[in-house]
């Protein structure tokens, strides 16, 4: 009978040790459960906040992009305007928004290569979601981006033949030139001028600073002459070419003119001439200079006498075995001024070509915008391993301040990267 008792007595207290043992390991893994979960959470969080910090930082890379655009766009005003610009914009995008904590650093500085720059820095604050699980409440998403600003080596090259003053345009040109040159800095640029009648002139050689020299420059000039296309652009390549030019400068030549060739320098008769056709007749033939370089660039000077003033074929002319007349004159001033555009963009150089003129005038009297577009390789028409530039009409010299305020806009643009 003791055995039996015995006997029970153990199994039940077997049971108890069973139930025991049980209970303690169903708390042991709801310890390890939760425990797991909270790790879980925090990685599942981890995952949640980087994407959320990855959109915010896209975003907070957007408004840093366009703030650095617009500060190295108006770098040529100053590092003051340029700081300004590029909060502004950057504000405008979101980078700054009322949190306090929110941070944004703009600084100037200069390359390897010795170009300028301007560097954007911002930062934010973000608060975390399934991560403050894991102790961590806030993570900084920040963006930063720099705009390389390079020198510019400008040739500005001004129609001053005399249908300008005929037009009554001739002020409104020297104004809209005049601001034109505010446009680029002393301190990152240089610029040459050079002008063209019935000749050409390089009014200022390349140089920095310019500004105040150009403006004066462009003041003494008069609205007289032909309009000898070819050789501006020649001159223009001559100060591209040269010993003042920078390997690590952007080239750039900004072509003016209100007209068609009417000019050009050729051999005529043996000898080294200029040759003028008339601006609004198809076929006659001005005269020809015997001394091109004492042709006077600010005061009206006619052919001689002796020169076959207003005669179709003019003297004995040997250019291609054609008799010289005014059809063929014009074709061959149309001709050296391509000629010359492509020798410019040969050298890497940007050619913008800006043309004035009544676009319901006659043909003859309005500027021939399929070739200012030929000078300018506008989109790559004329050779596609070229620069492309771009050409511009103003149909009224009203609106010459504002094509020239245009240019300049693009230029700025395209030279911020």
């Known amino acids: 009978m003791r055995a039996h008792v015995?006997?029970?007595t153990t199994?039940?207290?077997?049971l108890r040790r069973l139930a025991m043992q049980l209970r303690n390991e169903t708390g042991a893994v709801l310890v390890i459960i939760a425990g797991g979960m909270v790790i879980l959470l925090g990685m599942a969080g981890l995952v949640l906040d980087s994407g959320r910090a990855f959109v915010a930082r896209s975003e907070l890379s957007r408004a840093v992009d366009a703030g650095v655009l617009a500060g190295a766009?108006?770098?040529?005003?100053?590092e003051s305007s340029a700081r300004n610009q590029a909060l502004a914009v950057s504000r405008a995008n979101g980078v700054l928004p009322d949190d306090p904590r929110t941070k944004v650093d703009v600084v100037f500085g200069i390359n390897a290569d010795g170009d300028n720059t301007v560097t954007v820095t911002a930062t934010r604050p973000m608060r975390t979601s399934l991560m403050r699980l894991l102790g961590r409440n806030w993570v900084d998403v920040g963006s930063t981006a720099t705009a390389v600003v390079p020198p510019v080596d400008l040739i500005f090259v001004v129609d001053q033949s005399g249908s300008l003053g005929t037009a009554?345009?001739?002020?409104?040109?020297?104004?809209?030139?005049?601001s034109f040159v505010d446009f680029f800095s002393d301190d990152l640029d240089q610029l040459s001028v050079v002008s063209f009648g019935t000749r050409g002139e390089t009014r200022l050689p390349l140089q920095a600073p310019f500004r105040t020299a150009a403006k004066s420059q462009i003041d003494r000039m008069a609205s007289v002459g032909w309009t000898n296309t070819a050789e501006g652009l020649q001159l223009a390549y001559d100060q591209l070419t040269g010993k003042k030019a920078r390997d690590r400068a952007v080239k750039v030549v900004v072509f003016f003119t209100?007209?068609?060739p009417t000019a050009f320098r050729g051999t005529i008769g043996g000898d080294r001439r200029i040759m003028a056709v008339a601006a609004n007749e198809w076929n006659v033939v001005r005269g020809y200079f015997d001394n091109p370089d004492d042709i006077p660039m600010d005061r009206w000077q006619w052919p001689a006498d002796d020169a076959c003033r207003n005669v179709v074929n003019c003297k004995i002319w040997k250019e291609g075995g054609h008799p010289p007349h005014g059809v063929r004159g014009r074709q061959i001033a149309r001709d050296m001024g391509l000629a010359a555009a492509n020798q410019i963009r040969n050298e890497d150089a940007f050619v913008y070509a800006i043309g004035l003129?009544?676009?319901l005038g006659s043909k003859l009297e309005r500027p021939d915008t399929d070739y200012l577009s030929q000078l300018a390789n506008e989109h790559g028409s004329v050779n596609s391993n070229q620069p492309a530039g771009r050409m511009y009409f103003a149909p009224s010299a009203a609106e010459l301040r504002d094509v020239f305020q245009r240019v300049a806009g693009d230029l700025v643009i395209r030279l911020s990267r």
């Open 6 to 8: 015995s006997a029970v």
């Open 11 to 14: 199994v039940r207290r077997l």
């Open 73 to 78: 766009r108006a770098l040529r005003s100053g």
């Open 168 to 178: 009554g345009a001739w002020d409104d040109l020297q104004d809209a030139a005049r």
């Open 258 to 260: 209100d007209g068609r």
């Open 357 to 359: 003129g009544n676009p």
